[in-house]
Structures are given as structure tokens and as C-alpha cells.
């Protein structure tokens, strides 16, 4: 018998196929958040404030750019008042629906990777000073995550990187994430520099602290140096 009758033999000895369907379909997978319960204050606000959160992210992408990512300022009226605490807890949040880079910007006083409690072999900052790329500095403790440390000191850089025309790499990740937060700092110190290479800014004041003109004054402050202030978030101690 050639092998091609032994096939064909074969093949009509089946008379039917029953296909036996799932009991029911798997479960889609949730997205995840970025869990930083275990950050001090970090956590409890995403606890608590997630929703709140989740809207302002979405209302951020509404007001960016035609295309690619959207850039968000989260700057200070002055240091102290809690830019990163708010720019991680919105980033971690802002994960669960879309991909997202958050950026330490701060350069008089960088510690987003200490207070996301990250290791940080290397800062954006050195990369770029040794004509490296973007990506050896990248670090990505979540799903849909992506952070962007600064050295621990990179004082006397501020000029160079956050100049109007400096962070080319920001067009490069605006075609990679849906929304990209820099934690400013202080807008009197490094979050103005950044000003003119967002799409919009959030204020941070301390409500204990500010009095209405401080925020004004940095509202106005960062208006004049070409970004659109979104709003204002205030923290409580």
C-alpha cells in the first residue's frame, strides 16, 4: 500500500469531530497598578485618592498634544509641599489604564528613585552627558511603569538639560508613552526651566503653608515661561 492510500485509509476512518467548547471564557486580566503600599504617604494617598487620580490623568491626556504623549509639569509654589509624592501617586494610577514614564526633573533637590526606594545604577543625566541613550537609565517597577532617575547630584546641569531645546529624548518617549510626568520641584528653581517643553502644569501648594499670592505668583510664574497651568493640587499635612 503506497502512503498515500494509508493516509487516505487513515483519514476516513474518522467519521466526526466533536469539538468540547470551555466551560466558560477566561477571565480577561485586570490591569494592574503600581503597588507602592509600602512608600510612606505615597501609598496611602493612592489608597485613598485613586478615582480622583484616575480622572485627572485622563483629563491631562484631553489637553496635550495632537499626537504622541502628553507631557505634565507637576511643580511646586516652592520646595517641600510634596511634587513627588503627588507625581508618583498620579504615575502609579495613571499606569493601571496606559503607559507611563515618570521623570525626576528636579535637579536642585533629585530623589524620586530614594523615595520610590529604587536602585538607581545610573541618572538620566550622566547618560546624557556621555552621549548614551535614554534607555540605560531607565528602571520600570510596574507593569506599564517606566521612571527615569536623576543622579543623586546633579547640580550646575540644570542649563544644559531642561533649556527650551534640550530634552530631544522628550519627543523620542512622547511616540512610547501616553503620558509622561516630570517632577519639577520647585517652579522658583528647576520646574520653570521645564516650562516651555510641556504640554500643561500642575501647581502644588501646601494648604497649611500657602498663602493665595505664593500660588499665583508661580501660577503666573510658569504661564510666562510658554506652559498652560492646568490647575492647582493641594496637600495637607
Known amino acids: 500500500m503506497s502512503r498515500i492510500e494509508a493516509l487516505r485509509c487513515s483519514v476516513e476512518d474518522f467519521r466526526s469531530v466533536t469539538f468540547m ?13 503600581a503597588d507602592f503600599q509600602s512608600i510612606p504617604i505615597v501609598g496611602q494617598v493612592i489608597a485613598e485618592l485613586s478615582e480622583p487620580l484616575a480622572e485627572l490623568a485622563r483629563r491631562i491626556q484631553r ?4 499626537s ?4 505634565v509639569l507637576v ?13 508618583v501617586a498620579l504615575a502609579a494610577v495613571a499606569a493601571s489604564e496606559r503607559q507611563v514614564l515618570l521623570v525626576d526633573a528636579d ?12 536602585s538607581a545604577p545610573r541618572g538620566w543625566d550622566e547618560v546624557a552627558e556621555q ?11 510596574a507593569q506599564r511603569l517606566a521612571v527615569l532617575p536623576l543622579s543623586p547630584s546633579p547640580r550646575g546641569r540644570a542649563d544644559r538639560f ?16 501616553s503620558l509622561i510626568v516630570l517632577d519639577g520641584g520647585s517652579v522658583w528653581e528647576s520646574g520653570s526651566q521645564w516650562a516651555s517643553a510641556v504640554d500643561v ?27 498652560h497651568v492646568m490647575g492647582i493640587v493641594e496637600t495637607f499635612t
Not at 489637553?63 to 495632537?66: D, K, Q, R, S
Not at 552621549?131 to 517597577?141: E, R
Open 107 to 118: 535637579f536642585c533637590a533629585p530623589g524620586l528613585a530614594r523615595a520610590m526606594q529604587l
Open 131 to 141: 552621549n548614551g541613550t535614554m534607555d540605560d537609565a531607565l528602571l520600570h517597577p
Open 201 to 227: 502644569a500642575l501647581v502644588v501648594c501646601d494648604s497649611d503653608r500657602t498663602v493665595a499670592d505664593e500660588w499665583a505668583r508661580a501660577w503666573d510664574r510658569l504661564e510666562e515661561a510658554g506652559t
Open 75 to 87: 511643580t511646586g509654589c516652592r520646595s517641600g509641599v510634596g511634587c513627588t509624592t503627588v507625581a
Open 63 to 66: 489637553v496635550g498634544a495632537v
Open 162 to 177: 531642561a533649556s527650551p531645546a534640550a530634552p530631544e529624548w522628550l519627543a523620542r518617549f512622547r511616540q512610547e508613552y
Open 68 to 71: 504622541g504623549g502628553t507631557v
Open 21 to 33: 467548547p470551555l466551560s466558560k471564557a477566561p477571565a480577561a486580566t485586570p490591569p494592574r497598578t
